[in-house]
């Protein structure tokens, strides 16, 4: 089946750093990819949506100067948290779908922790 | 707006009790709505789905009926086991082609499942 490798899993990073995190669907083309970010106990906040070659639409309250999407490819997006505070200590999932669109399903990635001391 | 409700956590449970997780959806359209589960430490994975009205999803012992006259998606299995132990989240697909949507998937707030031996 589908399959989308995250990475890193957790991340520690000083404060003021920037962190990426890479998405890579391995067995098919991720011409969407969703980007969500989840606090302890909570759901799954959508950051923002990514079509490959085109910039991120992000949601509301998200800053985009702060979280960069790349989707250069149809295989790799990634998320870069810029000038990390301690607030944007979260765990961050990405889905991607392929042209099937919901019929097909979404594959998440395993997730990564990031911690910001 | 779209927006997707479950019942509220934790729930506790014993060995081979019958497990019920009630959720229901508002959507304009016709969704493709969704159960995943999420395991300690780890990112979501798709445990069933469905497409229009009167489908059932199932997997693992696992099923829920899509009800749009209730608007319901309610998650049911007969005879739960430890090893089922996790988050499942409710979530819905808006339809693709109206208003510009990309169909991305909307979370219910997910219910912790303890299963006691």
């Known amino acids: 089946g589908a399959v989308v490798s995250q990475h890193p899993s957790w991340v520690i990073c000083k404060s003021g750093t920037s962190v990426k995190i890479e998405c890579r669907s391995l067995d098919f083309q991720a011409t969407t990819m969703f980007w969500y970010r989840q606090f302890p106990k909570q759901s799954l906040m959508l950051m923002a949506t990514?079509?490959?070659?085109?910039?991120?639409?992000?949601e509301q309250g998200v800053e985009k100067d702060k979280f960069l999407i790349n989707h250069a490819s149809l295989t790799l997006s990634t998320l870069t948290v810029t000038s990390a505070h301690p607030e944007d200590s979260s765990f961050y999932i990405c889905s991607a779908r392929d042209r099937g669109g919901a019929l097909k399903g979404y594959t998440f990635g395993s997730g990564t922790r990031l911690t910001v001391v | 707006g779209n927006s997707v409700t479950q019942m509220e956590g934790p729930v506790t449970l014993s060995e081979e009790a019958f497990l019920t997780i009630n959720c229901t959806y508002t959507?304009?359209?016709?969704?493709?709505l969704f159960w995943y589960v999420q395991y300690p430490g780890e990112g979501l994975q798709l445990l069933l789905k469905?497409?229009?009205?009167?489908d059932k999803g199932s997997n693992k012992g696992f099923e829920a009926t899509y009800r749009k006259e209730t608007t319901s998606f309610h998650l049911e299995k007969g005879s739960v086991q430890v090893s089922d132990s996790a988050v499942y989240f409710c979530?819905?697909?808006?339809?693709?082609?109206?208003?510009?949507?990309?169909?991305?998937?909307?979370f219910g707030k997910g219910t912790k499942l303890s299963v006691k031996p």
């Open positions: 469905a497409t229009k009205a009167d």
């Open positions: 979530a819905l697909s808006e339809a693709l082609g109206g208003g510009g949507s990309q169909g991305n998937l909307i």
């Open positions: 990514s079509n490959e070659g085109s910039k991120a639409t992000y």
């Open positions: 959507a304009t359209g016709y969704p493709s």
